[in-house]
C-alpha cells in the first residue's frame, strides 16, 4: 500500500527558479550578482536544466545585457515586480505591475517580493497579459487562481539558508524531500544569498540538479508547467478540485467544472494554444 502511494505521488515535474534582485539595501555588489548568474547559467548548461529567471523590472534598462544574456542561454525570464522595495505593501502591488509592462511586453510571468500580494495583483496581472503567478500557497500543485491566471505553487527556496535556520546540507535534504513528496516542485534561489560562501553554495546546487535529471524528472520552465496544466496535461488526481482556506481568498476563480471543461476543447489545440488562445 505505501509502494501505491510513493507511487501516485512521485513527482512529475520540477521548476527551477532564480529571483534577480542585486539587493543594494543587503550590501553586495551588482558585479558579484552577475557572477551568481554567470555561475547559475554555467551549470544549467551543463546539466540541460531549462530554469525561470524572475529579474527586477529595473534591471531591464539599467542591465539589459544581463536580460540578454539570460534569454540567450536559452532560459525564460519573468517579473519579480519592477523595484522591490524593502517596505513592500499594497500601495506598490498594481503600480509595479504596470511598470514591469511598460519596459516588456514578453514576459509571461510574475512572481511577488516576499510572496505578498492581494486580489488586485491577480487581477491586474490577468488584465495586462501574464499567464502564471509563482507564490507560496497552501496547495502544493498548479491550478487557476483567477480567471486563466495560473498560480504555481512554490515550494521552496533558499531564504531559510540565508537567515540561518538550515545548513547547506539541510537545504539539498529539503529539496530530496519535496521529491519524494509531490508531483510538481518549485525550487528556487536567490542572487544576493549566492554572492555569501559562493563556491559551497553552488557546489550544492549543482547537486540538487543532478538530483532531478537522475531521478528522470521532468524539468520545465514555469511558462511550460502553466501550459501543460492549462492543456490538460498535468496529471489531476482530484487534490486540485479542493479549495484551501487562504487569508489571500480568491472570490474570481474559475469554478473546476468549467476548468476542466476547458482543458479537453483546449487539448486537441494545444500546439496552437499559447499563440492564439492565451495571448
Known amino acids: 500500500m505505501n509502494n501505491t502511494s510513493d507511487k501516485k505521488r512521485q513527482v512529475r515535474m520540477i521548476t527551477f527558479f532564480h529571483d534577480i534582485e542585486q539587493n543594494s539595501e543587503l550590501n553586495v555588489e551588482p558585479n558579484t550578482c552577475r557572477q551568481v548568474v554567470n555561475g547559475f547559467l554555467a551549470l544549467e548548461k551543463k546539466y540541460n536544466v531549462p530554469a525561470t529567471y524572475n529579474v527586477v523590472g529595473k534591471l531591464f534598462g539599467q542591465q539589459p545585457d544581463l536580460i540578454k544574456q539570460i534569454i540567450d542561454a536559452g532560459q525564460e525570464v519573468a517579473f519579480h515586480s519592477y523595484n522591490h522595495q524593502p517596505d513592500w505593501n499594497p500601495k506598490y502591488y498594481a503600480d509595479e505591475i504596470h511598470l514591469c509592462r511598460r519596459v516588456s511586453n514578453s514576459p509571461r510571468g510574475y512572481r511577488s517580493p516576499r510572496?505578498?500580494?492581494?486580489?488586485?495583483?491577480?487581477?491586474?496581472?490577468?488584465?495586462?497579459?501574464?499567464?502564471?503567478?509563482?507564490?507560496?500557497?497552501?496547495?502544493?500543485?498548479?491550478?487557476?487562481?483567477?480567471?486563466?491566471?495560473?498560480?504555481?505553487?512554490?515550494?521552496?527556496?533558499?531564504?531559510?539558508?540565508?537567515?540561518?535556520?538550515?545548513?547547506?546540507?539541510?537545504?539539498?535534504?529539503?529539496?530530496?524531500?519535496?521529491?519524494?513528496?509531490?508531483?510538481?516542485?518549485?525550487?528556487?534561489?536567490?542572487?544576493?544569498?549566492?554572492?555569501?560562501?559562493?563556491?559551497?553554495?553552488?557546489?550544492?546546487?549543482?547537486?540538487?540538479?543532478?538530483?532531478?535529471?537522475?531521478?528522470?524528472?521532468?524539468?520545465?520552465?514555469?511558462?511550460?508547467?502553466?501550459?501543460?496544466?492549462?492543456?490538460?496535461?498535468?496529471?489531476?488526481?482530484?487534490?486540485?478540485?479542493?479549495?484551501?482556506?487562504?487569508?489571500?481568498?480568491?472570490?474570481?476563480?474559475?469554478?473546476?467544472?468549467?476548468?476542466?471543461?476547458g482543458r479537453r476543447l483546449l487539448k486537441p489545440f494545444r500546439s496552437f494554444s499559447k499563440k492564439i488562445l492565451f495571448r
Open 115 to 261: 510572496a505578498q500580494w492581494n486580489q488586485n495583483t491577480l487581477k491586474t496581472l490577468w488584465e495586462l497579459g501574464f499567464l502564471w503567478s509563482a507564490e507560496d500557497d497552501v496547495r502544493d500543485e498548479p491550478y487557476f487562481i483567477y480567471e486563466g491566471l495560473v498560480r504555481l505553487p512554490i515550494s521552496g527556496d533558499d531564504w531559510p539558508l540565508y537567515v540561518g535556520h538550515i545548513t547547506v546540507d539541510g537545504w539539498l535534504e529539503s529539496f530530496a524531500n519535496f521529491m519524494k513528496t509531490r508531483r510538481y516542485v518549485a525550487f528556487g534561489t536567490h542572487d544576493f544569498v549566492f554572492c555569501h560562501s559562493m563556491e559551497e553554495r553552488m557546489c550544492v546546487y549543482e547537486s540538487i540538479l543532478k538530483m532531478a535529471v537522475e531521478n528522470q524528472a521532468r524539468l520545465v520552465t514555469f511558462s511550460k508547467a502553466a501550459d501543460l496544466f492549462r492543456c490538460g496535461e498535468f496529471p489531476n488526481d482530484g487534490s486540485l478540485d479542493t479549495i484551501s482556506s487562504h487569508e489571500n481568498s480568491h472570490k474570481n476563480r474559475l469554478p473546476m467544472y468549467l476548468v476542466n471543461i
